[in-house]
């Protein structure tokens, strides 16, 4: 499984961004998907999860501000980030487990407040 995130960028507090994970293969319709971040310093922490079904949980700091989802026909999945803080800064990685754990390469998100 390769994973391929995109759509980080910088934004001032309050703003919105879309991050999207593209897999390859035919797994990723049958697979559980997640996000996961990573601030400076810090230990990498999980922020959601898409079963295959599309039920969704997410880490509560980001409660009622990202909203993540799939779409299988295009083996792509989606973070949707608004009224963004900046203890939201980091590395975003979107994450699979089959056998092993898969990850991206990550997508800087910077949040300016």
């Known amino acids: 499984v390769q994973l391929v995130e995109s759509g980080g960028g910088l934004v001032q507090a309050g703003g919105s961004l879309r991050l999207s994970c593209a897999a390859s293969g035919s797994l990723f319709k049958v697979l559980a998907m997640d996000w996961y971040r990573q601030a400076p310093g810090k230990q990498r922490e999980w922020v959601a999860r898409?079963?295959?079904?599309?039920?969704?949980t997410y880490t509560d700091s980001v409660k009622g501000r990202f909203t993540i989802s799939r779409d299988n026909a295009k083996n792509t999945m989606f973070l949707q980030m608004d009224n963004l803080k900046s203890e939201d800064t980091g590395v975003y990685y979107c994450g699979a487990f089959f056998r092993a754990q898969y990850w991206g390469q990550g997508t800087q998100v910077t949040v300016s407040s």
């Open positions: 898409i079963t295959a079904g599309g039920a969704t």
